[in-house]
Structure formats: structure tokens, C-alpha cells
């Protein structure tokens, strides 16, 4: 954790948010330092690095909660079910220092996930995250669902077909969706999506556009969404587990911009 104590000066109480501090070392060891705050920080509802001790928390931390200054400091943590930490051969990300750690799942009732609605926005609204696999089936990477009901209403993964399958639908399941790309097996890729004050999606591979689609989910209106998880999609016919690799997952509480999606990958390209 940021001491709360440093040569006697005390700053006990005090928010480190990299407003009026710009770093903080401890014998010599940066612990805080505010040039290394990902994109769009500011704007951040949740961040997932899953390097997390470099900020004084477990790896499945939700860091903004322990950093401050985030446009949501509530710890959206997730909890691990089964799911193995792999401490290299993820995103090297800039903003979490020099470790690469992600988790994996091997599709035997394996995911990370939270119990809560708070995380899932209306519009506006950007997700990204790395994700690899090598299931030639679909698989869900990335979901928000409603135990109660059959619907998927935020959800990135891959199709049956092998394309990145990015959409976001509302409480009448009208859904905007992106279904394009190809999708290499054991390759990690970076995938984002955004959705504009209009409900209009854009979605993103390795910085670059994939897709657009028009849609209509100006709010998400639903009520009945009790889950956020990774690896796995959960509903009321019953859950997918799949294998999957996932790292460095945000979202954000703004549509993004094309220009900030792709300083994001450049920052964390494996």
C-alpha cells in the first residue's frame, strides 16, 4: 500500500490522486508516480492491469480504488473462481510497470467475475482489454449479464466463425453489434468498443477501427444485470465457461476517441 508516512512528514487521510503529486519514492522505489496513470484516467470506472501489486493490491484489483483520482474510486474487485495467474507473458503495460501477469482459463467452470450493476453504464461508454485463445468455438471473453434472463446485454468475444464479436444491447434486446475480423488463435489481440451518447458502437482491434454500427441504446435501462464477468457467460439457461486469456481490462465512463484507443495499445503492446 502507499504509506501513509514518509520521513515523518505526515499526509495520513490525505487522497494521492497525481493532482498536486507527481511521485512519491520510497528508498529509492517509485511507489506512486503520476506520469504513469493510463489514458483517459480521469474518465476511468474500472481499471484491471492484473499486474496489481504494482500499486499495493491483489491481482485481480480493481486499481483504482487504491490509486484515487479515477472518475469512480469504488473497488469494482473481482473474485478469482479457478482461474490461474499467470505472472508474465501478458501485455506489457506501461502504466503498471514492468510486470505482464493476465489470467487464464481453461473452460472447467473457470472465470473472474463480480456480483454487481454499478460497473455497466449508459452510454456513454468505452471497454477494452486483451484477450487470446485458442477454442476454434465461441468464446466469451468479456460479458455483463442478467442471471434472470437469456439476453447478452454487453459482450466481447469471438463467434463461431472466428470474427471478434463486440455488441450492446438494451432492455428490449435491440441490439447494436459488430460481427467482422478474423481471428488468429494463440494470438493476443487488443479489443475495445465505444458507445456514443447516441448509441452508436465503434469497435477496435489493435488500435485500428474494425467496425460501426448505428444503433439506438441511448440508455441502458436495465435493472436486472448482476454480472460482470471474464471467461465466462452466465444466464439464466445456464453458463459457457471457455478457455481464454485475458489482460488489461478498462472501462471507461466516455466514449473514447480513435486517437486514444490506439495510444492505448501502443502503450501496452505485447
Sequence with gaps: MIPTSIDGTDITGATIDGTDVQEITVDGD????????????SDLVAWYPFDSAEYGGSNADDVTAIIGGSGDNTAYDFTVNGASYLSSGGAEDINAGSS??????????QDLRISTSSVAQSPPISITLYAQTDNTEFVPFMCFTDTGDTSIPIMISKDTLGRFDIRYSDENDDVTDVEAGSFSLNT???IAMTVA???DLTAYVDGQ???????SVTSF???????????????SSGTVFTDALVDDVRIY??????????????NTEP
Excluded at 465512463?253 to 501502443?266: P, V, W
Design 30 to 41: 517509485v511507489v506512486f508516480s503520476a506520469q504513469t496513470l493510463p489514458v483517459a484516467y
Design 100 to 109: 505482464s501477469g493476465h489470467y487464464s482459463m481453461d473452460g472447467t467452470n
Design 188 to 190: 493476443w489481440f487488443h
Design 197 to 199: 451518447a447516441n448509441g
Design 209 to 215: 477501427v474494425l467496425g460501426t454500427a448505428s444503433g
Design 221 to 235: 435501462g436495465r435493472t436486472g444485470i448482476n454480472i460482470f464477468s471474464l471467461g465466462s457467460l452466465i444466464r
Design 253 to 266: 465512463d466516455k466514449e473514447l476517441t480513435a486517437s486514444e484507443i490506439n495510444q492505448i495499445y501502443q
